[in-house]
């Protein structure tokens, strides 16, 4: 642990300006809040913030800093408090530490609900204040070192997975390599001990058995330098148990088949050398195809700098270089704070905004229903490989591997992504989910009328397209399950002779656990509280007799239904897959006789009068819903065809033909049979209704190229 003197001494010799006084009056305040406790090591307390001061010096960050680091836990672990803080060491500091703090036991349904919603506190604290992180960096690092002392297992497996899985991936976005690379070590070694002991003991081997091998190297590169003039300082470095378990785990290969777990770096002085210093590489060495990064050019998105090639080197060697100015490898190691600003007075790194993948997450943060979702797309963010597109104004956009013209929409802004209706990439019209490549040209088309679609969150990468996909989803479901919730209890009410209005639902909302009315017709539209409950909530004395009745008369034959009965649902104005679903059994179309089956959490399911599937319903009438198709131009839905087609040439191109002539669209066409002199298919048409359907039957059925054709309820 260090001595008062000595962590007052390290600050000083990089920072002169620093407030001797305040740093030993922070140390003294620190020691004797914490007092006589002890950490599980058996040390005392107080050395645990003492250590993370030290960390922070490695860094030469400022004296506020350090001495917030020596005070970081005293609010929560003490009797301290953030006005005492203030007082004594003034607002920055006071600022800084109740952002470190540690936050509070919260009462959560699960421990990842918890460690969701400390996180989500955490992004908010550092965007005010990028020190904030900073701090937490070098507390987690602390504690991760001294792991070992704690005894039960389980607790050690869950700060280690929340270590590799938030903290690291923190660290290496704001460029601090060294804390990274440590953080994933402590972590993996925790995690998956028997892999990360043997790597260990196959890099020591390897050591032993290669031991001039790396000198070797280094001396040869150096020589090849020095003969073109090139000044550069050489090195050899191995890569971490983790990134090499992480590369086996993705390769799916063996220690034996990596071929760069040792990496050679050049170090230079400008960026001219860096180029050349590459030029003699490739005109020495066989470059390996597709091992060629240029990072100076197209930086990562946390300010990372450095060429880096793969090569048959010296002795045959296949060899990893990285090529970079000393300046860049400052940066590389050491990240954000390799230029900090605070001892300046600057401003710059202070605001945690300056950085785009921190206004990212916070873009994620506002669209996220709840801690688990903003968790689960922020590690969508934080863990990836980059892509990098341009725009056709030559802007570089940075994204995730698997990257959708959809997510570089969202990647531009927040209302590109919205309104995205299409996309040229390279200058050709592609499809929406096409995967995007390094150096791809994508320029987004937009329509005002275009509005997020549900099918899109199935093929985006990046936590922001899907944080703000869901939320359109979230909010149009709301408003749709309010709107059929309002049908279903007015339609429930006049059944038994009794007038709906909003305010009889007042009276009964906490009954529900609601907190207002749109909030329960929300629930009753979504099918979490039926119709008749409602009832006999609003009417305790009500016995609802139609029930059956309803039933009876729906499943009656004789029924008429002529799309518009009176005192049904409307279904029309509602959209397919929001509150309302098309059963994929029967396949409904405007213009069928059709009935609605309340569905827990998904709202009502369509299903034709005549569909199989009912009469598993039987014997619960309570969800059974009287629904109708609207008046309102209807929607394109799906019909299914079965057709016995003769086994002749031209035969499919007809049948597509004639569907395509009759303005349906085939969307989906299956073979179930075929012998010698037939096929038997499935096709699945897009049509406007029952009608339309009908008339494409007919046609096909004057086609000799067809035998047979009918509706299917498969």
Request: include cysteine; glycine fraction near 6%; charge should be neutral.
């Amino acid at each position: 642990m260090l001595r008062q003197y000595e962590l007052v001494e390290i600050v000083k010799s990089y920072d002169e300006h620093a407030d001797e006084d305040m740093l030993n009056k922070a140390y003294v305040f620190a020691m004797k809040k914490h007092g006589s406790q002890l950490r599980a090591s058996g040390d005392p307390y107080y050395s645990h913030p003492v250590e993370v001061a030290g960390i922070l010096t490695q860094f030469k960050l400022d004296g506020d800093s350090i001495i917030a680091g020596l005070l970081h836990d005293t609010v929560e672990d003490t009797d301290a408090s953030i006005e005492e803080i203030e007082e004594n060491f003034g607002a920055d500091v006071a600022a800084i530490v109740d952002g470190v703090t540690k936050l509070a036991m919260i009462e959560q349904k699960s421990m990842h609900s918890k460690q969701a919603e400390n996180f989500r506190k955490l992004l908010l604290a550092m965007s005010e204040d990028i020190r904030v992180l900073l701090i937490k960096l070098a507390d987690r690092l602390h504690n991760m070192r001294t792991l070992h002392f704690l005894k039960k297992p389980e607790k050690r497996a869950r700060i280690a997975k929340e270590t590799i899985d938030i903290y690291a991936p923190l660290a290496e976005r704001i460029g601090i390599q060294e804390i990274k690379t440590e953080l994933e070590g402590l972590a993996f070694a925790e995690l998956h001990k028997d892999a990360y002991d043997s790597i260990v003991a196959r890099l020591s081997f390897l050591r032993e058995q290669g031991s001039t091998i790396v000198p070797d190297i280094i001396s040869e590169l150096q020589k090849d330098m020095e003969e073109q003039g090139v000044k550069a300082e050489i090195t050899g470095r191995e890569k971490s148990p983790y990134s090499i378990w992480r590369k086996m785990q993705k390769k799916n290969a063996t220690f034996e088949q990596l071929a760069d777990i040792m990496a050679f770096r050049i170090c230079v002085d400008n960026v001219g050398d860096c180029y050349q210093a590459l030029g003699i590489i490739h005109s020495k060495y066989h470059m390996i195809p597709r091992r060629f990064k240029d990072y100076i050019s197209t930086p990562k998105p946390n300010g990372y700098k450095s060429l880096h090639t793969g090569v048959i080197g010296p002795a045959k060697t296949r060899v990893e270089i990285q090529i970079r100015t000393f300046e860049m490898h400052e940066i590389g190691e050491k990240g954000v704070a390799a230029h900090w600003a605070y001892k300046q007075g600057g401003s710059d790194s202070s605001n945690g905004q300056s950085f785009r993948w921190l206004r990212e997450l916070l873009e994620i943060l506002e669209n996220a229903s709840n801690p688990e979702e903003f968790l689960e797309n922020t590690k969508l963010e934080m863990y990836n490989d980059q892509v990098f597109c341009f725009t056709p104004m030559g802007d570089l956009i940075n994204l995730p591997i698997n990257s959708t013209p959809v997510d570089f929409a969202y990647a531009v802004h927040s209302s590109v992504g919205d309104k995205c209706v299409g996309a040229k990439i390279n200058g050709e019209i592609r499809p929406l989910r096409t995967l995007l490549h390094n150096g791809d040209q994508v320029e987004i088309l937009t329509s005002k009328a275009q509005t997020p679609s549900e099918e899109w969150d199935r093929f985006v990468v990046t936590g922001k397209a899907k944080a703000a996909i869901r939320r359109y989803v979230r909010s149009n479901k709301r408003e749709q399950f309010i709107k059929l919730g309002e049908q279903i209890a007015t339609r429930t009410f006049k059944n038994e002779g009794y007038k709906y209005s909003d305010k009889s639902l007042v009276s009964i909302l906490s009954k529900f656990d609601c907190e207002n009315v749109e909030d329960l017709l929300a629930k009753l539209g979504e099918g979490l509280v039926s119709g008749t409950e409602l009832l006999r909530t609003v009417y305790p004395g009500s016995k609802p007799s139609t029930l059956r009745k309803v039933v009876g008369s729906i499943k009656n034959a004789s029924f008429t239904n002529k799309s518009k009965k009176k005192d049904s649902v409307k279904i029309k104005g509602l959209i397919p897959g929001m509150a309302i679903h098309y059963a994929g059994c029967c396949h409904p179309l405007p213009g069928d006789r059709i009935v609605g089956i309340v569905t827990t959490g998904k709202g009502v399911t369509v299903h034709t009068i005549d569909c199989g599937v009912l009469e598993r319903f039987t014997d619960e009438p309570e969800r059974w819903l009287d629904i109708s198709w609207g008046d309102e131009e209807q929607t394109i839905c799906t019909g299914r065809l079965k057709i016995i087609l003769n086994n002749e040439t031209g035969a499919l191109a007809e049948l597509s033909n004639l569907i395509a002539k009759h303005e349906g669209n085939i969307t989906n066409l299956n073979i179930s049979n075929r012998t010698l002199n037939f096929f038997e298919l499935l096709v699945d048409v897009e049509v406007l209704n029952l009608k339309h359907l009908t008339n494409i039957i007919a046609a096909l059925r004057a086609s000799s190229f067809v035998a047979s054709v009918e509706r299917s309820s498969q």
